[in-house]
């Protein structure tokens, strides 16, 4: 018969059984954890170590590219400084080239001693794309015309004849009469007689004067950006014996629509070299830029204008520079890593 002892006695053995299993099975679960914790921990302790090796090689990389390109400026300081002491010079290039590219291009012609008169933009509004910007430079132009083309022709042409005749005051007197097949859109436009009435004397030119006005409305009109550069002018200016660096290549700007018929027009207008063309970066799968393979491939233009494939490194500057300077000796070439360029450099003068 099951009394109240056995009762007492059964449930004490279940709760024990019950406290006896507990104990143990939170012993095992715990020692479990702790195991799986501590195998998480040395794989983490591995991991941070490998991260830190992979920190510290990075790092030794970084160091070392920062020491070769202290190196290189300091070499590319001595290597430009003074070649262009007091040239007057113009960046010319379209909104959506490079930027890092040409502001790099503006600081190298500051370092060769280069007087640089600041950036000009070409602007989308150069498509024509729409009825505001045809009204615009028609009335801009004071021409009775709703024709994209002819409009753009004639700026183009403006422009052209404004930069180069500051150019010719700083070597002519009296007047200089070009005549000029000219190249817009790529089509010949037929003969056109520019003529360019140049100061008696010339060390009297004006830095601005009348050719500036039609810079300084395309910028009021909003077709040209201007960019003041530190130690430049507020304003555009056009001293004579200005040269000019453009650099080419802008995906929203197609060089054939602007940049190539202005170089081809300034181009053809004299046989004086006043002007160098690059590309603001090598274009896809290491294509140059049209617009500097297409001079390279004018027998006309190549002899009178200078191109380099790409700025975006050191050689590219460099030749950015020296060519330049070449150009006040009336020396022209092609400089860069492409089959087209005749050299990677030009020879490095005595400044």
Do not use: C, K
Request: without cysteine; negative net charge; aromatic residues 4%.
């Amino acid at each position: 018969m099951i009394n109240l002892r056995y009762h007492i006695v059964s449930l004490t053995a279940v709760f024990l059984a019950i406290g006896i299993g507990l104990t143990l099975g939170s012993t095992f679960l715990d020692r479990a954890t702790v195991d799986n914790f501590d195998a998480q921990l040395d794989s983490l302790q591995t991991r941070l170590e490998d991260r830190e090796r992979r920190i510290d090689t990075l790092q030794d990389q970084v160091d070392a590219e920062r020491d070769r390109n202290a190196a290189i400026d300091e070499e590319a300081t001595g290597l430009l400084a003074g070649r262009l002491d007091g040239v007057s010079t113009v960046v010319l290039s379209a909104q959506g080239a490079d930027e890092v590219d040409v502001q790099a291009a503006v600081q190298n012609l500051v370092v060769a001693g280069a007087d640089v008169q600041g950036l000009w933009w070409l602007t989308e509004r150069w498509a024509l794309d729409d009825e505001a910007e045809v009204s615009d430079l028609a009335e801009l132009l004071d021409v009775e015309s709703t024709d994209p083309s002819l409009l753009r022709r004639t700026a183009i042409d403006a422009l052209g004849s404004a930069i180069r005749s500051r150019e010719l005051l700083g070597d002519s007197a009296g007047e200089v009469e070009a005549t000029e097949d000219a190249v817009v859109d790529g089509t010949a436009t037929g003969e056109t007689t520019t003529t360019v009435a140049a100061e008696e004397d010339a060390g009297q030119a004006s830095p601005g004067g009348d050719d500036v006005v039609l810079v300084d409305a395309l910028v009021d009109a909003g077709f040209i950006e201007f960019e003041a550069v530190p130690g430049g002018p507020e304003t555009p200016s056009l001293p004579a014996g200005t040269r000019l660096l453009i650099a080419a290549g802008s995906p929203d700007l197609p060089d054939d629509l602007v940049i190539e018929p202005l170089v081809a027009r300034m181009g053809r207008a004299t046989d004086t070299p006043i002007m160098a063309v690059v590309a603001s970066a090598m274009q896809g799968e290491g294509a140059i830029s049209d617009a500097v393979l297409v001079l390279r491939q004018s027998e006309a233009l190549r002899e009178v204008v200078s191109t380099v494939d790409a700025l975006e490194h050191f050689e590219g500057y460099s030749a950015m520079v020296l060519a330049l300077a070449d150009l006040g000796e009336g020396i022209v070439g092609h400089y860069g890593l492409d089959e087209s360029a005749s050299q990677l450099l030009p020879a490095v003068r005595t400044p």
